[in-house]
């Protein structure tokens, strides 16, 4: 992945510390369109918002894709051994740091991670204490995720 991920305001790193859970949701396009809409309109008018840190996904495919078993693996192994660089998030799981790099670049860019700079280093941080996946199935979305008998 050769996107860069903009720098975190400290401000924003001192909000996401103070959460400690992370909502990660399937919205279609079009509903997530109107929450947006609706979430701006509200803020105008100066209402109080929810304001959980929710992640969402356009399809089930696309979550799964994303938030694979190696991904959460990922992510448990930095909250759980705080590693002080990429290099030694990659020896923590046992992985080629290039792979590890790019997973954590992509896990940024989405706003699960963030990174603390010092120096060359770059610390992976996991800000939440809990993942909470909400998957609403929705026979109207289009989407629909397959069941098991």
Do not use: C
Not at 43 to 64: I, R, V, W
Not at 80 to 91: F, G, L, Y
Not at 97 to 123: C, M, P, T, W, Y
Request: aromatic share 6%; glycine share 2%.
């Amino acid at each position: 992945m050769t996107e860069s991920t903009p720098p975190l305001h400290p401000m924003e790193r001192e909000q996401l510390r103070a959460e400690s859970t992370l909502v990660v949701t399937v919205t279609p396009s079009s509903e997530f369109h109107d929450d947006i809409t609706d979430s701006i309109a509200a803020l105008e008018q100066g209402d109080a918002m929810d304001s959980t840190p929710t992640l969402s996904f356009t399809s089930y495919d696309d979550l799964m894709d994303t938030l694979t078993p190696r991904v959460l693996e990922l992510i448990e192994a930095i909250r759980q051994e705080e590693p002080a660089s990429i290099n030694e998030t990659a020896r923590v799981v046992d992985r080629d740091v290039k792979n590890v790099h790019e997973e954590l670049s992509r896990l940024a860019h989405l706003g699960i991670i963030f990174f603390e700079e010092d120096g060359q280093r770059k610390r992976p941080v996991v800000w939440f204490d809990e993942l909470v996946i909400n998957l609403p199935f929705d026979p109207e979305a289009g989407d629909t995720a397959a069941a098991a008998p």
